[in-house]
Structure formats: C-alpha cells, structure tokens
C-alpha cells in the first residue's frame, strides 16, 4: 500500500531523517514529483515515473527504524506495477543499504561543498573572480535578496525564456534533481536578483541543506545572454557574504554527474562496465552534460569538499536505466 506525502510530510523528512545527509535533499520537494509512504514506517521515498522505470531520488527520507521497510515496500511497489526501479543521487550509506539488497550499485558522480566559515575572496586564487565581479558592478549590477520572491516571477521567466532561447530550439528545461523558484516550497528558500537598470539581468536560488554540513545550496541560476561578464559571480559572492553574516557553515554547489570519480569510492559489486562508462562520459561527454564547465565554475569558488552520489540499478546496471534518469529530469 503507498500513499501521498504532503510537502509537510516531505518537509519534515528531509530536514530530520538520514537521507538529509544528502545535499541536495530539498529538490525533494520539487513540484511534479511522486512520492510513496508506508503505513506503520515513518518517513518517504521521491521518485518520478518515465516510461517502464521509477526513478528513485535519494534513498528513503526515513529514520533508522523505517528505512529498510519503506525501500523493501517501495521495491515491492514498483515491481508490482511492472516497473524497473533505478536509485539515483544516493549517499554512500544509501550506497550500502542498496548494495545489501542485490542492488548494482556505481559512483554517478559527486557534489560539492564549501566550508564558509574561514572563505575569503582575497588571494591570488581568487584574482580572476574578483575582476569578473569587478567588472559586473562597474557596469551597473544592482544585487538584492528577494523579499517577495512572488513579485519577481514574471521578470524572472523572462530571463529563464532567454536564457533558453540561446540553448538552441531542441534544448528543455532541466527538473528533477535541479531547484525551482515558485511552489509551496518558496518559502524556505533565498532567492538572489541581479539587474542593471532596472533590467533582471541575473537571478540565484538557494536551498536549505541539513544534515552533517548545514547551510544553503546553490541550486538554480540563470542569466541573460550575453550580458555582463560576472553577473553570477557577483550574486554568488553577495549571497556568501550574507550566509557568513548569519554564521551559515557551509555552500553547496551541488550534485554534477561524472565528476570525483574515484576507484576506492566504488563498491563492491559494483560493475566494471558501468564505471568504464561514466569515466567515458567525464572524458567525452560534453554534448550529454556540459560535467567539466559545471565542475570549473564550482572549483574556482574553492568547493573542493567532494561528496561521492551513485545510482543504484535493479539488478544489473542498464544503459535504458540511465537514460531514463535522464528522461525524468526533461532532458530527453
């Protein structure tokens, strides 16, 4: 038996329970998302449906007591229906958990985190960044935290049609394990904009992360093109600054596939091919994921705090189960 969870339920999970060891726990709550509970566990699973397959996001959002129950329910829930079950953005205990059920289960690649306690923008390491900041506020960037972010909306679709628009006419709209601005869930995250002349020009979103390193994720931008260099930059830096004002430990820059790949982070069983082929897509992938770009922005913030994610297949691992974890996040 399964049932929907509320955004209170899915809330609640995910700020207290062991899958909000993961980062990026908060897209949980992402509108069109599926959701499935246990009656007599505490806890929920997040996933969407795509064609044959549930893609899984996370492990269960659950305490120690419901964690093996609700997947062992939601295992049996998704079988029943004739449907494969694929696991993406688990954490290493997720990893494990799976792994002891006769999952296949691969390194996907990682996330990564900025201690902020300490960070500082001084430096030669940093010389380059502060120019493009430089450069951006000299051209007029006015940046302010969102009060009602409901008042922007309009202006900030304008910049995501844009921004689009300049991907090329085949190119979709991320979901699933990327924020959104808008929702019941609004309200729980930070919304940063950028203009120049009264223009939106820019615009960052940020979700709360909880768990072991507690803090804000950096988990939506979205620029213009071909604005002023340093726009995102700048919101990013205005955003640290506040996040360090309220004594904020730690910045995410979130999960991005194919990179920290690492052989001793790869468990046992785990399947050769499968790690050949994310290596593969690391080196060769670019058309797929743009990995490396979104990796470079990431490390010259210094985010150099690697989280190993991995995906955890149904049996063995399936290139038709990796495409379609890209059909639930609207890429196919």
């Avoid at 899915?10 to 062991?18: E, K, P, Q, S």
């Avoid at 990026?24 to 997040?46: H, I, K, M, Q, Y």
């Avoid at 951006?136 to 909306?153: S, T, V």
Wanted: proline share 6%; hydrophobic share 40%.
């Amino acid at each position: 038996m399964s049932a929907t969870a509320t955004d209170a339920q899915i809330l609640r999970a995910v700020a207290r329970y062991t899958g909000a060891q993961n980062p990026s726990a908060f897209l949980a709550l992402n509108r069109g998302n599926d959701t499935f509970t246990l009656p007599g566990t505490d806890g929920v699973v997040v996933y969407r449906r795509t064609g044959r397959y549930a893609v899984q996001f996370g492990g269960p959002f659950a305490p120690d007591d419901s964690y093996g129950p609700l997947l062992d329910g939601f295992r049996a829930h998704v079988t029943g229906q004739g449907l494969h079950l694929v696991g993406v953005q688990l954490q290493h205990g997720d990893a494990r958990a799976y792994a002891r059920r006769g999952f296949t289960v691969n390194q996907i690649g990682a996330s990564w985190a900025l201690p902020l306690k300490d960070f500082t923008l001084r430096g030669t390491p940093f010389m380059q960044l502060r120019n493009k900041i430089s450069r951006a506020l000299r051209n007029g960037l006015m940046i302010q935290e969102a009060a009602r972010p409901e008042d922007w909306y309009a202006r900030l679709r304008a910049v995501d049609a844009a921004w689009l628009g300049a991907k090329g006419e085949h190119v979709r709209e991320l979901e699933f394990l990327v924020g959104e601005v808008g929702g019941d869930a609004q309200a729980h995250r930070r919304l940063f904009v950028g203009t120049i002349e009264d223009q939106v020009v820019a615009y960052l979103s940020y979700s709360p992360v909880h768990g072991a390193r507690p803090g804000w994720l950096h988990d939506l931008s979205r620029r213009v093109p071909g604005g002023s260099p340093g726009l995102m930059e700048a919101l990013n830096a205005h955003a640290i600054g506040v996040f360090q004002s309220e004594g904020t430990p730690w910045l995410h820059f979130g999960f991005t596939p194919f990179t920290g790949l690492r052989d001793t982070a790869e468990l046992p069983g785990h399947s050769p091919a499968f790690q050949w082929l994310m290596h593969y897509l690391w080196e060769h992938g670019e058309a797929l994921y743009p990995a490396r770009t979104q990796l470079a922005y990431k490390l010259k913030w210094g985010a150099r705090e690697m989280i190993p994610e991995y995906v955890a297949f149904d049996g063995q691992a399936s290139p038709a189960a990796f495409v379609h974890i890209f059909r639930a996040c609207n890429a196919l």
